[in-house]
C-alpha cells in the first residue's frame, strides 16, 4: 500500500515524531551539493519493528543465512518506482564474520561487554521513504507478517496510524536544538583510547 503525502517535509523533521516508538531507524542520503540525484535521492524512515533478528559469536547457524530467510519469510512485490517497501534494516558487526570465516575469536570483545549481538536486524512492516529528486514523499506498508485479507488489513490499519501521527503534528519544530534534559550539552564518545583505535585503523590499511 502507498500513501503519497502532501507537500515536504525534511526527514529530519519527521523523525523525532517516532522517536518513542522501538527501534526507530532513518537512513538519510547526505549527497553533497551538486551530487549526482540519483546517488543522494532517498531517505528511508521505520519503526516498531514485527519482529527482532538478533545474532552473537557462540550462537548457532550462520548469521547471513538466518536474516537471508527471515526477510524471504515475508518478502513482497516491490512498490513501483520505491526501493523500499518494508524489510530489514539494523547492521553486522564485524564479528559476525567469524560465523564464515577460520579467524579466532578473541578472548575480550568490547561490543559483548556493551551487551550488543553481532548482527541486529529488524523486520519493518512499513517505511516513510522520501524521493529528495523529486521532492516528494510517500507511506509504504506491506501488511508484514499478516497473510492474505488479514494483511490487507494491517497494511491499511499501519499506514493509518502513521498518517495520522505525521497529520498531528504538521507544525514545523523549532529550528534552534533543544536542551539537553540536565542543561549541558550531550557529547558522544568512544571507548576506544585514541592511540588504540589509530592502531587499529593503520592495521586495516593493511589487510
Not at 7 to 30: D, Y
Amino acid at each position: 500500500m502507498l500513501i503519497p503525502l502532501p507537500g515536504w517535509r525534511e526527514p529530519l523533521e519527521i523523525l523525532p515524531l517516532f522517536a518513542g516508538e522501538p527501534m526507530p531507524a532513518l537512513l538519510q542520503t547526505t549527497g553533497p551539493v551538486g551530487a549526482d540525484p540519483d546517488i543522494s535521492r532517498w531517505s528511508i524512515l521505520c519503526a516498531d519493528p514485527f519482529d527482532l533478528l538478533r545474532w552473537s559469536v557462540g550462537q548457532a547457524g550462520d548469521p547471513f543465512l538466518l536474516l537471508e530467510r527471515a526477510v524471504a519469510a515475508h518478502a513482497g512485490p516491490p512498490e513501483t518506482g520505491l526501493p523500499f517497501s518494508g524489510g530489514a534494516i539494523g547492521y553486522i558487526g564485524y564479528e559476525a564474520g567469524y560465523a564464515v570465516e577460520a579467524i579466532l575469536v578473541p578472548a575480550s570483545r568490547s561490543k559483548a561487554g556493551l551487551g550488543l549481538p553481532d548482527l541486529l536486524f529488524g523486520l519493518y512492516a512499513w517505511a516513510i521513504v522520501w524521493d529528495h529528486r523529486n521532492r516528494t514523499w510517500a507511506i509504504v506498508s506491506s501488511g508484514a507478517p499478516e497473510t492474505g485479507q488479514a494483511k490487507s488489513a494491517r497494511a491499511r490499519r499501519d499506514a493509518e496510524r502513521v498518517s495520522h501521527v505525521i497529520e498531528a503534528n504538521s507544525v514545523a519544530p523549532p529550528t534552534h536544538r533543544p536542551a539537553c534534559p540536565d542543561g549541558g550539552a550531550r557529547i558522544l564518545g568512544t571507548s576506544v583510547p585514541r592511540d588504540d583505535y589509530l592502531r587499529m585503523v593503520r592495521q586495516a590499511r593493511h589487510l
